[in-house]
Antibody, heavy 126, light 106 residues
Framework: EVQLVQSGAEVKKPGESLKISCQVS????????IAWVRQLPGKGLEWMGI????????KYTPPFQGQVLISADKSIRTTYLQWGSLKASDTAMYYC???????????????????WGQGTMVTVSS | IQMTQSPSSLSASVGDRVTISCRAG??????LAWYQQKPGKAPKLLIS???NLQSGVPSRFSGSGSGTDFTLTISSLQPEDVATYYC?????????FGGGTKVEIK
């Protein structure tokens, strides 16, 4: 059974840095994509960006370009979402989710987010 | 691509038929998924390719549509269906979610 296990909740101060993680288990080959999704308190789902675990090919959506860094370590099947300087407005639940197919050029269809992590709550407060 | 869901919330009785609409800003063919997010939980994929129920999803859930207009139907609402439902297109590199529809029991 494929599982995505995320790191635990974080409480940080504005201006601090943070790196949260998402580890995939139960999937033999790193030939899949991991997306990160933000959910602000009481709000909907926002796709932040995506990374291909095999070669770390990455795409960010415009609102998050330059705001976060997505990276991966193929050897331990783990992807990361990182902030250099947190703001109170980064307070949210962050989910990772697995996709089997994604065409970074946009010329072909992707696949849905078939498996989700349990979420990591990030609270930024002074 | 903008995905617009309606209504944003609804309240229905147990056993009622519930319909949620999702409209895409452009033709997404049948590359449309539905997710269920129960309170305090992560989203879960319910339906892919407009109408393909995922393994383990009760048959009271169904999806239909094509192009720009899609529908999620719960044929007989159950208490365990209380959740927010999101549509998502995946026909290209622009993977957008709808704003969500919160379903409650009357």
């Amino acid at each position: 059974e494929v599982q995505l296990v995320q790191s635990g909740a974080e409480v940080k101060k504005p201006g601090e840095s943070l790196k949260i993680s998402c580890q995939v288990s139960g999937y033999r080959f790193p030939k899949y994509w991991i997306a990160w999704v933000r959910q602000l308190p009481g709000k909907g789902l926002e796709w932040m960006g995506i990374i291909y675990l095999d070669d770390s090919d990455t795409k960010y959506t415009p609102p998050f370009q330059g705001q976060v860094l997505i990276s991966a370590d193929k050897s331990i099947r783990t992807t990361y979402l990182q902030w250099g300087s947190l703001k109170a407005s980064d307070t949210a639940m962050y989910y990772c989710a697995k996709l089997t197919y994604f065409d970074i050029t946009g010329q072909s269809a992707a696949s849905p987010f078939d498996t989700w992590g349990q979420g990591t709550m990030v609270t930024v407060s002074s | 691509i903008q995905m617009t869901q309606s209504p944003s919330s609804l309240s229905a009785s147990v056993g009622d038929r519930v319909t949620i609409s999702c409209r895409a800003g452009q033709d997404v063919s049948n590359y449309l998924a539905w997710y269920q997010q129960k309170p305090g939980k992560a989203p879960k994929l319910l339906i892919s390719f407009t109408s393909n129920l995922q393994s383990g999803v009760p048959s009271r859930f169904s999806g239909s549509g094509s192009g720009t207009d899609f529908t999620l139907t719960i044929s007989s609402l159950q208490p365990e269906d209380v959740a927010t439902y999101y549509c998502q297109n995946y026909d290209s590199a622009l993977l957008a979610f709808g704003g969500g529809t919160k379903v409650e029991i009357k």
